[in-house]
């Protein structure tokens, strides 16, 4: 049996054993999953004990992916580019190989579960965090029209954008419509909404929220009352599980029937 693990704080919400669980099943691998509370003083000796006593792969989520992507001998380009790590492996000489999963996860989502292709389309990305970093590298390889970046504050767009080579903008000059909204910025955890103009969008606009919840968010709805359509992140959450199990196990499940399963067990 290969052995796995997710580590976080806090951890207990997290899906992930389910979701990968589901993928074993559909793989017919043997695969145990399991959660793993992060301790904030200890993490990288948690990390080295977890490989030391036989694991294969772990998935990292918040607050450690900078201290993974630290920790690491080697890395993806995308673990590069998003500065952050949400993957990892154990390499033959015992090396710790470090990837990042989320923005192929993201696209993945949007692209093949979802039918909404990116090459060529005008595309806005909401927020300039570490979560829209570890995301524009994979967008930018479906070769947008135009990808643009808009922040509350426009320093971090700007470095953003500077890193990247894409257009970046302020929620006063930014102008529309877009053809792909995406929304990651951290205000739907909080229940906000970003200045957004309604000139942003328009009926054939499709927008994407990274945050999940049992009801649209505020960006959600905001969009779907101004006659736009699309989806929050749930796919994003299966979809990058999906990759992390690939580079384990060398398979891609079939992430649809992952999502259904998450989104009925939501409602
Ligand atoms: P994460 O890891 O989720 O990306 P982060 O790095 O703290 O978290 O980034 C949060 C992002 O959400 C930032 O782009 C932040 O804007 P600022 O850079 O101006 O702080 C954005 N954000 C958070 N709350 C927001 C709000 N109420 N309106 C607009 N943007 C918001």
Same mark, same amino acid.
Request: charged share 20%; proline share 4%; hydrophobic share 40%.
């Given at each position: 049996?290969?052995?796995?693990?997710? %580590?976080?704080?806090?951890?207990?919400?997290?899906? @992930?054993?389910?979701?990968?669980?589901?993928?074993?099943?559909?793989?017919? /691998?043997?695969?145990?999953?399991?959660?793993?509370?992060?301790?904030?003083?200890?993490?990288?000796?948690?990390? /080295?004990?977890?490989?030391?006593?036989?694991?294969?792969?772990?998935?990292?989520?918040?607050?450690?992916? $900078?201290?993974?992507?630290?920790?690491?001998?080697?890395?993806?380009?995308?673990?590069?580019?998003?500065?952050?790590?949400?993957?990892?492996?154990?390499?033959?000489? !015992?090396?710790?190989?470090?990837?990042?999963?989320? !923005?192929?996860?993201?696209?993945?989502?949007?692209?093949?579960?979802?039918?909404?292709?990116?090459?060529?389309?005008?595309?806005?990305?909401?927020?300039? !965090?570490?979560?829209?970093?570890?995301? %524009?590298?994979? %967008? $930018?390889?479906?070769?947008?029209? @135009?990808?643009?970046?808009?922040?509350?504050?426009?320093?971090?767009?700007?470095?953003?954008?500077?890193?990247?080579?894409?257009?970046?903008?302020?929620?006063?000059?930014?102008?529309?419509?877009?053809?792909?909204?995406?929304?990651?910025? @951290?205000?739907?955890?909080?229940?906000?909404?970003?200045?957004?103009?309604?000139?942003?969008?328009?009926?054939?606009?499709?927008?994407?929220?990274?945050?999940?919840?049992?009801?649209?968010?505020?960006?959600?709805?905001?969009?779907?009352?101004?006659?736009?359509?699309?989806?929050?992140?749930?796919?994003?959450?299966?979809?990058?599980?999906?990759?992390?199990?690939?580079?384990?196990?060398?398979?891609?499940?079939?992430?649809?029937?992952? %999502?259904? $399963?998450? /989104?009925?067990?939501?409602?």
């Amino acid at each position: 049996m290969d052995l796995y693990a997710v %580590i976080g704080n806090p951890i207990e919400h997290s899906r @992930s054993p389910e979701i990968h669980h589901a993928f074993a099943v559909q793989t017919g /691998r043997d695969v145990k999953y399991v959660k793993m509370l992060g301790d904030l003083d200890n993490f990288e000796q948690q990390v /080295r004990d977890f490989f030391a006593d036989g694991g294969q792969g772990m998935n990292v989520t918040v607050p450690f992916k $900078q201290r993974a992507f630290d920790m690491c001998d080697k890395l993806s380009k995308r673990a590069e580019q998003a500065g952050a790590v949400n993957t990892l492996v154990m390499g033959k000489n !015992g090396e710790l190989y470090g990837d990042n999963t989320d !923005g192929a996860g993201m696209v993945r989502d949007i692209v093949k579960v979802q039918s909404q292709p990116m090459k060529n389309k005008r595309i806005l990305v909401i927020g300039a !965090g570490g979560a829209v970093r570890g995301v %524009i590298g994979p %967008i $930018q390889l479906q070769e947008p029209y @135009s990808l643009t970046v808009v922040n509350r504050t426009l320093e971090k767009a700007e470095e953003l954008a500077r890193q990247f080579n894409c257009d970046y903008a302020s929620f006063d000059s930014v102008k529309g419509p877009f053809d792909i909204i995406i929304n990651g910025s @951290s205000a739907s955890l909080g229940g906000d909404l970003p200045p957004l103009k309604d000139s942003l969008l328009n009926s054939n606009t499709w927008v994407y929220d990274m945050v999940y919840g049992t009801k649209p968010t505020v960006f959600m709805q905001w969009a779907l009352e101004r006659g736009a359509s699309g989806s929050d992140g749930l796919g994003m959450l299966v979809c990058q599980a999906a990759e992390a199990f690939f580079l384990w196990q060398h398979v891609r499940p079939e992430q649809a029937p992952v %999502i259904e $399963q998450l /989104r009925a067990e939501m409602s």
